[in-house]
């Protein structure tokens, strides 16, 4: 479609946070049909959650549909911005590629990694129905500063394949280590960024986990010491 030949990514030396405004604005199209794709493995869980009424066995289907498909798409999803960053143009075949090529490997790494807020979120509710406050504060703190060091799981999941699910946490620790105050105002755009789209639904759908890969993508870039592209 030719309106989609008239945006190209720019270059231009400039902080992780409006590198990734810039980059998404660059081809805006694309990231926008990237995002929707991942909105739509989200769907089913949605409706799992949302109507109660529903009979038990399909939603436990849709759940379970989410909770499968959710990691590839991300893994997807990190995958399109790593290019989109790099100045590459991304597709629907880009996209095909990419699923074929991390659908197994995430569900072997990302899907544990981001489960573990799951678990600590479960283990925190019982805690705080025990009523064991410092507990609670504890694993609220663990929580958070774990969520830190999830700015860097997509990237390094793109950028280094043969880390396994140990070695991209304690990697994911050092650059945080190594990068605190980035890596803090990373971590705080993002939590706009989702509190945004989840006021406005329509982010959520048509940007929002894009742009955050995309924050999150550059953010890495620059704590790796990766060097920008340069034009021509």
Request: with cysteine.
């Amino acid at each position: 479609m030719p309106f989609l030949d008239d945006t190209g990514p720019r270059d231009e030396r400039r902080g992780p946070i409006w590198a990734a405004f810039a980059t998404v604005s660059s081809q805006v199209e694309r990231l926008v049909a990237a995002n929707l794709g991942w909105a739509l493995q989200l769907v089913p869980g949605l409706l799992a959650l949302a109507f109660p009424q529903l009979p038990g066995w399909l939603r436990i289907v849709f759940a379970l549909y989410s909770a499968t498909a959710l990691p590839p798409a991300t893994a997807v999803l990190f995958g399109i911005a790593a290019e989109a960053c790099r100045g590459q143009h991304v597709d629907l075949g880009l996209a095909g590629e990419l699923l074929r090529e991390y659908a197994v490997r995430s569900a072997r790494t990302l899907a544990p990694l981001y489960g573990t807020f799951g678990i600590l979120i479960w283990v925190a509710v019982l805690a705080d129905a025990r009523d064991l406050a410092p507990v609670v504060v504890v694993l609220t703190l663990v929580t958070l500063l774990w969520s830190v060091c999830a700015t860097y799981w997509g990237p390094l999941f793109v950028a280094k394949p043969d880390l396994s699910m140990v070695a991209l946490a304690r990697e994911s620790v050092r650059l945080t280590r190594h990068r605190p105050e980035g890596t803090l105002a990373t971590w705080a755009m993002v939590g706009v960024s989702w509190i945004v789209g989840a006021v406005s639904i329509g982010g959520l759908v048509l940007i929002v986990p894009m742009f955050v890969a995309t924050l999150q993508t550059h953010r890495y870039r620059e704590a790796a010491g990766v060097a920008p592209r340069r034009a021509g």
